[in-house]
């Protein structure tokens, strides 16, 4: 069950789909697609060669915490020493940082196929680039100087510490404590839990970036500041020097990304430094985990990759039964599954769903690059509102597909052996942290729909209409029927908001779906867009574009309608959900 590197398809979205060179981002009109079908390559045979051979490894054997140190899994210490050596982890960093200035759309074509591969080994490389993104965004000059180069080369790694015993979406119960000392650093004190790969023997030095409570704050989390610190203290030459009061006390045992340290972190006086201003740690916070959302988005679509390309290589191989219209394999005992409608149905949802996804992740990462580079007014606006979309959306629908997958399977996908049970297990997961998707879909209707008077999920619906109108009918009348059941409901939210905010609430999860599937579905319409193009051109392979405008019309005719659905439930309202009371659940 080998993992296939989905170059090529990545490449048409990047340069038809999304038409890279002529972005206008900074370098971006040297990435044609010779450069890229270089880089794509060579990430696709680390990812098939190097990271997918350690996917089960990791899994069967985990990690253990030996003498307060964690020791990874077999071939994880030189896998991280290949991905390093081939700079994979600078791509899109500052080159004054080290990094080598690439477009962030194209990190991300990369990291999908890296979290495909291994999603528990990428898990060390997401989070440190995370950390250095905030260090980036609000550290000072010297701390930039002294974290984000060793960072860049991948030499030291990052984590978020941010949950504890007694909270997790709620920071605001958040009691580590950080005291003033007399040379300017802060000694903290106190517990963190579920941090993903809190330490590890695969870099010199571990940075935590760690959420903590300062005096004279207030409660709540205005009391909250953001501190980088490091596993060892460095010295006057920035190289790793004293153990700080900090460690590991305990691993999770978990249901799946094994491989992915998951500790439980004790800071007894640790010595640390402020990140951004005192009191202010939310917003500095904030940059890492809006950029941790969307790199989950990321991991749910990786899994469904795999899952779905293992899917359809068995149904292709498993005899089973007979064709409804007679023998397709007359010379053997029986037909392969991939003649029965109901298992090409399951592969075409997996299929049509993977790479509208793909395209919605990467049309994300452009508009971060664009509101970078500052060159889209709009660019900001419409990524805060697609973080919980791709976050969210993403991450249900892919467990979906990897269930889906495993069903192609049947008994043997229950096989821990097989590996399609690894793949639901660790998809699982993204659908729960760096919040879990009803917190998702509370900040979607709570807090994205009415910023700024509504004006970024309105720009949003423009592009769908916009789409829809441009779009051949079998593309465009599905699309615009789904963007006048989004409208109808941002009317239903808006007047149920009003009176009852309970009601609004009730609906977030289906309104979240809702703006999913016209997110993909004014994916798709771009896609079939640059399809019929490369067909009437002669450019590209005939029967890859084709086979783009089979997939999309499947999108279309079969899952769009389920806009539909979620509008009636969104009117539903919150009567039934809310009647109950609580004690007689």
Known sequence: MAYVPPVDDLAFVLHDVLELERSGLPGAADLDRET??????EAGRLAAEVLAPLNAVGDREGCR???GVVVTATGFLAAWAALKAGGWTSLDADPAHGGQGMPHVVQTAVGEMFTAANMAFQMFAGLSHGAAGAIAAHGTAATKALYLPRLVAGDWTGTMQLTEPQCGTDLGLIATRAEPAADGSWRLSGTKIFISAGDHDLAENIVHLVLARTPGGGPGTRGLSLFIVPKFLPDALGRPGARNALAAVRLEHKMGIHASPTCEMRLDGATGWLVGERHKGMPAMFTMMNAARLWVGLQGLGQAVAAGQAAAGYARERLQGRAVRGPANPGGPADPLIVHPDVRRTLMDIRAFVEGARALALWTALLIDRDRAGTDPAAEGL???MVPVVKGFLTDRSFAACVAAQQVWGGHGYIEDNGLAQFVRDARVAMIYEGANGIQALDLVGRKLPAEGGRHVLAFLALAKAAAAA?????????????ADLEAALAVLAAAGAKDPDDALAGATDFLH?????????MWARIATAARAGLAAGRGERAFLEAKLVTGRHWMAREMPATALHLARIR???????ALAADAF
């Open 471 to 483: 779009a051949e009918p079998d593309f465009g009348a599905p699309l615009a029927a789904a963007a």
């Open 36 to 41: 890229t079908a270089a880089i794509l390559g």
């Open 65 to 67: 915490l030996e003498n």
């Open 514 to 522: 809702l703006m999913g599937h016209v997110a993909l579905g004014l």
């Open 383 to 385: 990524v805060a509102l």
């Open 572 to 578: 539903a309202g919150g009567g039934t959900v809310m």
